[in-house]
Each structure stands twice: as structure tokens, then as C-alpha cells.
């Protein structure tokens, strides 16, 4: 299975931004992680098939996880960010299932390129 990220780019700190991961084929649980400039890859959000959700720490409540499976797209809405929000963001999908949302990227098997998003102060 082929990730296909977009939606990166340049924001004012306080903006909002759309991510959108197209998977070519269908893909259980989708998820986001990001690596910020100089650290470790770290979780985002991740949403399964049963439409079950979860977010990192960092960013829940300002961001929001949503799929279509008629177009094997995950989407990541992004708001009131801040400059530490900057960071490539990567999605990722498992080719299992579980009710329990996967938050460990090890427990992913499908890997996008990473769409670049800068949030300036």
C-alpha cells in the first residue's frame, strides 16, 4: 500500500491547516505522526476502521482526525497551531485492525513521504 501525503505548508502561528493522506489501497487504522526539527518521530492522531480516535497529548482539542473510505483518504485538521507544531508530518496505515486505536509507529506498516508544515510566530 502506497501513502500519498499533501496539504503542507506555511502558517501564521494561531492559523489552521488541512493535511490529507490518500492510501492507494484500503488501509485499517491511519494515523499521523510528525517529526519535528532535531527530535524523535512522535504520534499525532490516529483514527481506526471502527472510527475509534486518539490524538497525542500536544495537540488534542486544536486538531481533529477524520477518514473517507469511499476515497481511502485520512485528513488532518489542524488549528490554533504554534511554532512547535512545525514539523514533518507523515501518515501511516496498519493491514490490521484492532479497537484499540495503535499510537506506536512501530505498530505501523505503511509509510507516507511526510508533507513539510512551518508555523511562524
Known amino acids: 500500500v502506497q501513502l500519498q501525503a499533501s496539504g503542507g505548508g506555511l502558517v501564521q502561528a494561531g492559523g489552521s491547516l488541512s493535511l490529507s493522506c490518500v492510501a492507494s489501497?484500503?488501509?485499517?487504522?491511519l494515523a499521523w505522526f510528525r517529526q519535528p526539527p532535531g527530535k524523535e518521530r512522535e504520534f499525532v492522531a490516529a483514527i481506526n476502521s471502527f472510527g475509534n480516535t486518539d490524538y497525542g497529548a500536544s495537540v488534542k482539542g486544536r486538531f481533529t482526525i477524520s477518514r473517507d473510505n469511499t476515497k481511502n483518504t485520512v485528513y488532518l485538521q489542524m488549528a490554533s497551531l504554534k511554532a512547535e507544531d512545525t514539523a514533518v508530518y507523515y501518515c501511516?496505515?496498519?493491514?490490521?485492525?484492532?479497537?484499540?486505536?495503535?499510537?506506536?509507529?512501530?505498530?505501523?506498516?505503511?509509510w507516507g513521504q511526510g508533507t513539510e508544515v512551518t508555523v511562524s510566530s
Open positions: 489501497a484500503r488501509t485499517f487504522t
Open positions: 501511516a496505515g496498519r493491514r490490521i485492525d484492532t479497537v484499540a486505536v495503535a499510537t506506536f509507529s512501530h505498530n505501523y506498516h505503511y
